[in-house]
């Protein structure tokens, strides 16, 4: 109890600290937004997503341009589909362009290092954002402690299978550097516990319908699974479909992360037992205020870690994340506007 109601406190500090944007707006896919009249001085900020097969991706994106929009910067957002080599020819497309500041969410977080240097060599200013660009001595990085997420995915199922057991972990894909994080925090969370990990598998690419196949070798290898350590809330999402399958819904403990509203649902439902909640609206806000200061060479505040990157310790300003469970969903995700509580309790009525 204790624990969670101090990482209440670093959230809403965090998300105090930073300015509010306004009402956000949905952005198509590779666009240039601009303000309503075009200021040749205005700051120009170009982003590369890696795709937008997960969801939460798409809300970062419309906060982020947003965001950098009430600061008076234009945004040009490019899509890469998945492709490393797209989101290559898309970064130097941003340098030709002649950007003030680089944004970019990585396919491949070791794949990227030597167009990033261009990028800087250039003159412009980048961020790796929420994944960790390897060897590319980026100017920041703004993400949440991964690490974190991985300690509150093994202490939500210590917690909640005190009895020990076989589990499963399904991740995401092993290019993502953020997976390797999550991955050393739950094993260090879980390491002297009576729970063992007795399947492995990474989700290529994040497509969380490859978690389908993989939990139907697991089970049949290890029928008595007690808990499932899930990338996100996506891949947690074909995990639980399968398990009801297999009437094994709310029997066996799921984990995973994000705060998607459809985990917020099967939390209240009974069938997933965690989400490690990370707001991207104070993320992506953190993000646009942070290049405008950069590309107007001003100070940044509350940078508040450094991580290396294979070459030097970076900035890294590292948001909390909090795990939520049925026993504060009201307070986290509800009380603070990320869901409706008529979405969260559509399907159960609340207590």
């Not at 099967?266 to 609206?281: D, N, P, Y």
């Not at 646009?288 to 001003?298: D, F, I, Q, T």
Request: charged share 30%; with cysteine.
């Amino acid at each position: 109890m204790k624990k969670w109601i101090r990482n209440i406190g670093i959230f809403l500090c965090v998300s105090m600290l930073l300015c509010s944007c306004g009402k956000q707006e949905e952005v198509p896919e590779n666009v240039s937004v601009s303000t309503e009249e075009s200021d040749p001085d205005a700051v120009k900020i170009g982003v590369s997503f890696d795709s937008f097969v997960i969801e939460r991706w798409i809300r970062d994106r419309d906060v982020l341009v947003s965001a950098a929009k009430e600061l008076g910067a234009e945004v040009n957002v490019q899509n890469a589909n998945g492709s490393v080599e797209e989101q290559r020819d898309q970064i130097e497309y941003l340098i030709d362009k002649k950007v003030d500041v680089l944004i970019v969410i990585a396919c491949d977080c070791s794949a990227l290092s030597d167009v990033m240097k261009t990028a800087s060599a250039a003159g412009i200013k980048t961020i790796s954002y929420d994944r960790l660009i390897l060897n590319a001595d980026t100017d920041l990085y703004v993400s949440f402690d991964n690490r974190g997420v991985g300690e509150l995915m093994g202490e939500a199922l210590i917690e909640s299978i005190p009895e020990g057991g076989e589990i499963f972990m399904i991740q995401g894909a092993e290019e993502d550097n953020n997976v390797q994080m999550v991955w050393e925090g739950f094993e260090e969370q879980i390491k002297g516990s009576n729970l063992q990990v007795v399947y492995r598998a990474s989700c290529e690419g994040w497509l969380a319908e490859q978690a389908v196949d993989y939990l139907e070798e697991a089970l049949e290898q290890f029928p008595d699974v007690k808990g499932i350590m899930c990338g996100n809330d996506d891949i947690a999402s074909q995990v639980v479909r399968v398990l009801s399958e297999h009437r094994l819904a709310g029997k066996v403990k799921v984990v995973g992360q994000d705060g998607d509203l459809a985990a917020c649902q099967r939390i209240v439902e009974g069938t997933q037992t965690m989400t490690a909640f990370k707001s991207v609206e104070t993320l992506a806000k953190a993000t646009a205020r942070y290049a405008v200061k950069m590309a107007r060479g001003e100070e940044l505040e509350r940078i508040n870690s450094s991580i290396n990157d294979g070459l030097k310790d970076i900035p890294f300003c590292m948001l909390r994340p909090i795990a939520v469970t049925k026993e504060n969903m009201d307070e986290i995700i509800i009380d603070a506007g990320v869901h409706s509580e008529e979405d969260v309790y559509l399907n159960v009525p609340k207590r």
